[in-house]
């Protein structure tokens, strides 16, 4: 359950958090886990959650924090609707990828890890798809792009609404 | 009885809760527990719809659904298929199979007609009524969808026609693309579990242990430790509870064939694991897999779900007794958490910083407990050792590397894609007859073995056998498996740049020669890049890399400066073409480019003009035009465009 | 136990098995520098600037989480030690403001102690420096973590507490760094201010406030004294410079000694001379406070009042 559309109410995703909760508490290790869930439905993890879960987990906020910022996949604040990944992996790299990150980045306007005012997309890079052999290559959402120009890169975007 | 995986009858009374102990034996062989040739013989149709026979008069489409194909489109196919094949009356005679990759992304969505081996590339949807119209409906080959020869134009009519396939020697990955990696009982089929069935029922755990060790097998994690002298490490440790754990945190920038093996061949990897358990007395085991791979944990979900309906895997397998249970956790993006110690503190839910060993996992791993923890692709091999023997698996590769290794071989090279080959092959085997050389007749410049912990081997050294050793002492290594193909505009500081770009951001911070040291090389580096070197820069440049190396608490830090060592090595004159003549020999530091009109060349034709994005190229119509050096940002866009070739980039 | 004999810089020591490098070090009276260790909480080795040469390994090991083994050969300054070091001294310098003039860690300082002893002067490497505005949310702690070079110290103390683990590590690689949850200011974190971390910290990322300006390391005389407050006995030092007591600080933390803020005020307000108001935090913020409060004894106070009224 994801929120990208913004509409579920708050109770909604209260409920599903204390769910995932009461899921994790008593996993050893659940903790990664539970974050990512909750993160799938809050769309990035505010405060309050994170307090939850360290609360639920019995695990200190501070290790929470931590946690979540030591790993990429984790947000402390919300993000675009789509998520654009271009890759920079080795294979893309040698086969222009960094001009598909500055042909989308000065379409959108923004940096790395940077989300467009109206939420539509959020930028941000990856290290190899796995899709090498297509190089370059991007992501939006789940779908890999490849064989990429910036043109075609720009023109794929504007797809994603 | 519709699958193979079904009782025949109701005189089969296999369940999981209480399971007979020919159960998978039974599905190739069977029935076992009592005669009748109508199970029999319904045992044999099925197995012959899975694996169709040669000369069988039905076909079977093979529609690769790996990662590359399904993003050029391949999922559309298989729709449309089906409507034509529906529209034509072949529904019964014609069987869909999507598969996992077949190596050769770059060419998919690719389509396999099975007996005939027929191979399609490039498939689109359009193309689809045609290949049913002509092939299935027909028997004609449908010749413009044939790969053909770069270099002579020839079609190959089958898949082991095509250079690409047929010097490697697909061992691992000979499930990969051929089979429907969603249905257990096409690995049954062919050959699966017999191996793990072979292990339970005719091996003790010791005898295990030693036919991995006969094997020779050796980790394809990187490091290449003995697999079986560390499973025999795990079974001597003391501890009331055992893990098995599986790494696919695959983090190399430019490697997947992890990823294909999970997408393409799960239960070779789920055999595999159990085949440990067993040996080493675990019942528990993890697959920690990369976030960024949501295809091969949906896969592994759906492997690990079937294995556990039909009692292969779970409490008493096949009534032996033994229990193993899997799990799968799913990364949350951080490189350095493929290193064994900072994987097992990521499961536990941890930062994953890695610790200091000893103590090593085989004595203390997940949580504190005896853990024996491979590569997928190591525990891949190990059905096929159990299967046919440790003595058979040594017989290949060289004196102490044995086997196969999967490479993932991209970057400017012809054929790019999975290739699985035997140890010891010479480099330029693999990038020449296999990846079919340089495109657009460049020059090879060097290839980069083992991604950001690994090396660069130049020209002369490609007749090197690839194996573990050799490709140490030549300053590289196995690593996981990326080969990427650099050629004459490569450029080798900009190479060794982009690595430490990479270690440099995927730093843990826990020790100081690593956090810190990594980003001042990387500075270093890119001062140099920019042409803002000095020459003592090179010094303190190996001065670092050797203290880093020497220093840094664990594998990522202590190989981080390989690239930096192995292009100073091989190619320091590039370094001092950027330090002293400011100048980027291979045209790839945008900084240290200039762009120049050849007036005699120019025929003021103004094409250029329009193209600069910043006003910096002035001149009459029909004189020649000039470059404002000062404006220009280097940016290239001018030179595509001249049809008279008058721009220069020097 | 059974013992291993090995050889220090030609040196033969005989140590119990299980004793690592750096003890048998020690034990030899040979000194090996270390900053991420610590003897109460041990086996962290991220600094690594207590490398040693061991012929026969593959790198230079931590002599701090290295096992001694019997036969092992060990150099702890040999050449490629010591460029190790100097190297790893210059990494932290570069990322470190060189402020010895006037930081209260000054004269009691390892990594300035390590530099002389190396001779590493500045940092030849020049680049990205971390800028994190000077903590200076609570009347207690100062954290200046552009001095803080990482070693984890503080974050496996204050962890060593039940209940109190405020602190640790926080994002990742260069970035890293030690924050309370949501890398707030420490005064709007649950931080008890006990001082443990302060009492372990190597360098100058964490100094106490109320001593602030008040001398310089070398002119304290540091005089022990045990806390009498409860029965954990925690130990303090009286900081005593002309003879007056100018502060009390944290000593050596342990599991069985939690230390607290009542406790150091309580010395205080015992010992010094000049005894600095006490502030606790009321409402979200930091307000002065009587000292009856402060040590909560308002109640025995009220109480000792009534009866002496009587
Ligand atoms: C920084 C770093 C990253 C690593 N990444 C991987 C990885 O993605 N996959 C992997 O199997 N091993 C990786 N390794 C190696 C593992 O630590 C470990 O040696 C390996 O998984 C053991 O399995 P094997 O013996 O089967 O090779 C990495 C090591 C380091 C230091
Ligand atoms: S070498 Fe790098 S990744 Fe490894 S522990 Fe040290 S800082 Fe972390
Ligand atoms: S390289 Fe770009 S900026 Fe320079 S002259 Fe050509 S088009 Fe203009
Ligand atoms: S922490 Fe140490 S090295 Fe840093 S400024 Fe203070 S005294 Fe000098
Ligand atoms: S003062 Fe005490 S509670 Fe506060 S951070 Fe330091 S050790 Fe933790
Ligand atoms: S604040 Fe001090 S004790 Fe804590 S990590 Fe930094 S240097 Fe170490
Ligand atoms: S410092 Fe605090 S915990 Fe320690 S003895 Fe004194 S009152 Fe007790
Ligand atoms: S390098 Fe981009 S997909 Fe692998
Ligand atoms: S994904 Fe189809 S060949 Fe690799
Ligand atoms: S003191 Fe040994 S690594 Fe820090």
Redesign the interface.
């Known amino acids: 359950m994801t929120c990208k559309c913004g509409h579920v109410d708050e109770s909604t995703k209260q409920e599903a958090l204390q769910a995932a909760i009461s899921k994790y508490m008593a996993v050893?290790?659940?903790?990664?886990?539970l974050?990512?869930e909750a993160q799938d439905i809050y769309g990035y993890l505010p405060k309050e959650v994170m307090q939850q879960i360290s609360g639920g987990m019995g695990?200190p906020f501070s290790?929470t924090f931590?946690?979540v910022t030591?790993?990429?996949?984790?947000h402390l604040k919300p993000r675009g609707r789509n998520i654009i990944r271009v890759c920079?992996?080795?294979?893309c790299?040698?086969?222009g990828a960094s001009k598909v990150f500055d042909g989308v980045s000065k379409k959108l306007g923004v940096a790395k890890n940077g989300t467009t005012e109206d939420l539509r997309y959020t930028l941000e890079t990856?290290?190899?798809?796995?899709?090498?052999?297509?190089?370059p290559?991007m992501?939006v959402n789940?779908?890999?792009?490849?064989k990429l120009t910036p043109d075609k890169a720009v023109a794929t975007i504007e797809k994603y609404e | 009885m519709k699958n193979l995986m079904d009782k025949c009858c109701d005189k089969c009374k296999h369940t999981p809760a209480s399971p007979c102990k020919d159960y998978i034996k039974c599905r190739k062989e069977g029935p076992i527990c009592h005669q009748d040739e109508a199970c029999k013989q319904k045992r044999a149709e099925i197995l012959a719809d899975i694996n169709l026979p040669a000369g069988s008069p039905k076909r079977q489409v093979l529609i690769c659904a790996g990662?590359?194909c399904?993003?050029?489109g391949s999922g559309k196919l298989v729709n449309k298929l089906e409507e034509e094949l529906a529209a034509n009356g072949l529904t019964d005679k014609v069987a869909v199979k999507i598969t996992g990759c077949h190596g050769?992304?770059?060419q998919?969505p690719l389509m396999i007609i099975e007996p005939l081996k027929t191979f399609y590339t490039q498939v689109q949807e359009e193309d689809v009524a045609e290949i049913v119209a002509k092939d299935l409906v027909g028997s004609e080959i449908v010749e413009r969808l044939l790969y053909k020869d770069p270099n002579t134009g020839e079609p190959a009519k089958t898949y082991e026609n095509v250079p690409f396939y047929a010097l490697q020697k697909r061992l691992v990955l000979h499930n990969c693309g051929h089979i429907n990696a969603e249905e257990i009982s096409d690995y049954i089929a062919n050959d699966g579990y017999a191996g793990f069935v072979r292990a339970l029922f005719e091996l003790t755990p010791d005898q295990v242990v030693e036919e991995v060790k006969t094997s020779g097998l050796r980790g394809r994690g990187g490091g290449g430790f003995p697999t079986g002298m560390k499973w025999g490490f795990v079974r001597q440790a003391q501890g009331d509870k055992k893990y098995v754990v599986c790494n696919a945190d695959?983090?190399?920038?430019?490697?997947?064939m992890d990823?294909?093996v999970l997408e393409g061949d799960p239960h070779a990897v789920l055999e595999g694991m159990m085949t440990c358990g067993y040996a080493v007395g675990a019942d528990e085991g993890y697959i920690y897999v990369r976030?960024?791979?949501?295809l091969a944990i949906e896969r592994l979900k759906i492997a690990i779900a079937q294995a556990e309906e039909y009692g292969v895997l779970g409490d008493n397998i096949l009534n032996t007794g033994f229990n193993f249970h899997l799990k799968i956790?799913?990364?949350?993006?951080?490189?350095v958490c493929g290193e064994e110690t900072a994987l097992l503190t990521?499961?536990?839910?941890?930062?994953?910083?890695p610790?200091?060993r000893?103590p090593f996992p085989a004595n203390s791993g997940l949580?504190g407990k005896p853990t024996c923890l491979n590569n997928v692709e190591t525990f891949a091999n190990v059905p096929q050792i159990l299967r046919n023997g440790g003595t058979w698996y040594a017989s290949m590769g060289t004196e102490k590397s044995k086997g196969t290794k999967i490479f993932?071989l991209?970057?400017?090279v012809n054929n790019?894609?999975l290739v699985e080959v035997p140890m010891g092959i010479s480099m330029r085997d693999i990038l020449f007859a296999i990846g079919g050389g340089i495109p657009g007749g460049k020059k090879f410049k060097a290839v980069?073995i083992g991604?950001p912990s690994g090396g660069c081997l130049p020209d002369e050294l490609l007749d090197l056998p690839v194996d573990y050793d050799s490709l140490t002492s030549a300053g590289a290594m196995m690593g996981s498996g990326?080969l990427?193909v650099?050629d004459e505009t490569?450029c080798m500081v900009d190479i060794a740049r982009?690595?430490l770009t990479?270690t440099?951001?995927?730093?843990?911070?826990?020790?100081?020669?690593c956090?810190?040291?990594?980003?001042?090389m990387l500075?270093?580096l890119t001062r140099i890049c920019a042409g803002e070197g000095k020459m003592e820069d090179i010094d303190?440049l190996e001065?670092?890399a050797?203290?880093v190396?020497?220093?840094?608490?664990c594998g990522l830090g202590?190989t981080c400066p390989n690239p930096i060592l192995s292009t100073l090595r091989y190619f320091k004159d590039e370094y001092i073409a950027h330090i002293q003549d400011k100048k980027c020999p291979a045209g790839a530091c945008a900084a240290l480019l200039t762009y120049v009109i050849d007036p005699e060349k120019c025929k003021g034709c103004g094409k250029c003009l329009k193209n600069c994005p910043a006003e910096a190229i002035t001149g009459e119509k029909k004189l020649p035009h000039v470059i404002d050096p000062a404006k220009c940002i280097k940016c290239g866009s001018c030179v595509g465009g001249c049809k008279f070739e008058a721009i220069i980039r020097a | 136990m059974a013992s291993v004999t090995l050889t220090i810089n030609g040196k033969k020591v005989t140590v119990p098995r299980g004793t690592t490098v750096l003890d048998a070090a020690a034990q030899a009276g040979i000194f090996i520098p270390t900053f991420c260790h610590d003897p109460e909480i041990p086996?962290?080795?991220?600094?690594?600037?207590c490398?040693v040469e061991i012929p026969g390994m593959r790198?230079?090991p931590?002599s701090c989480?290295t096992?001694a083994t019997e036969g092992m050969v060990v150099e702890t300054e040999s050449p490629?030690v010591v460029?190790?070091r100097s190297?790893?001294l210059e990494?932290?310098l570069?990322?470190h403001p060189m402020d010895c003039l006037t930081c209260e860690k000054n004269g009691d300082c390892r990594l300035q102690d390590y530099c002389f002893r190396y001779g590493v002067k500045g940092s030849?490497?020049?680049?990205?420096q971390h800028s994190y505005p000077l903590d200076d949310s609570n009347p207690y702690i100062v954290r200046d973590l552009n001095k803080c070079?990482?070693c984890?110290r503080c974050v496996r103390t204050c962890a060593q507490v039940e209940g109190r683990a405020v602190i640790d590590?926080a994002?990742?690689?260069?970035?890293?760094k030690i924050a309370p949850p949501m890398d707030t200011p420490l005064g709007e974190s649950d931080c008890v201010y006990c001082g443990r971390c302060l009492a372990v910290c190597p360098v100058g990322a964490l100094t106490y406030k109320r001593m602030a300006g008040k001398g310089r390391s070398w002119e304290y005389d540091k005089k022990p004294v045990t806390c009498t407050f409860c029965d954990s006995g925690c130990q303090f030092n009286l900081n005593v410079k002309d003879g007056k007591i100018v502060g009390v600080t944290a000593a050596s933390p342990g599991p069985g000694r939690p230390l607290c803020l009542k406790g150091r005020l309580g010395l205080e307000l015992l010992y010094c001379d000049d005894p600095q108001a006490p502030e606790l935090k009321k409402d979200g913020e930091f307000v002065k406070v009587s000292w009856a409060d402060a040590l909560g004894l308002e109640g025995v106070l009220d109480k000792m009042k009534k009866l002496e009224g009587k």
């Open positions: 050893k290790g659940g903790l990664i886990p974050l990512q695990i290790k931590g946690v030591f790993y990429s996949q984790f920079q992996g080795t294979a790299h040698v086969r990856v290290a190899c798809l796995g899709a090498c052999g297509l190089a290559v992501m789940d779908n890999t792009h490849g | 990662t590359g399904t993003s050029s050769f992304c770059e998919g695959e983090g190399d920038p430019g490697a997947f990823r294909s976030a960024e791979y949501p956790k799913a990364g949350a993006g951080a490189f990521s499961i536990e839910g941890n930062r994953g910083m610790r200091v000893p949580w993932a991209t970057g400017k790019t894609g980069q991604g990326g990427v650099m490569t982009y690595f990479f440099q951001s995927e730093s843990c911070g826990k020790c100081t020669p956090r810190e040291g990594t980003t001042r500075e270093i303190s001065r670092l050797r203290v190396k020497n220093t840094a608490l202590q | 086996r962290f080795g991220a600094c690594r600037i490398v790198n230079l931590a989480v096992e490629a460029e190790a190297t790893i990494l932290l570069a990322n030849g490497f020049e680049g990205r070079i990482l984890g590590f994002y990742r690689g260069f970035d890293t």
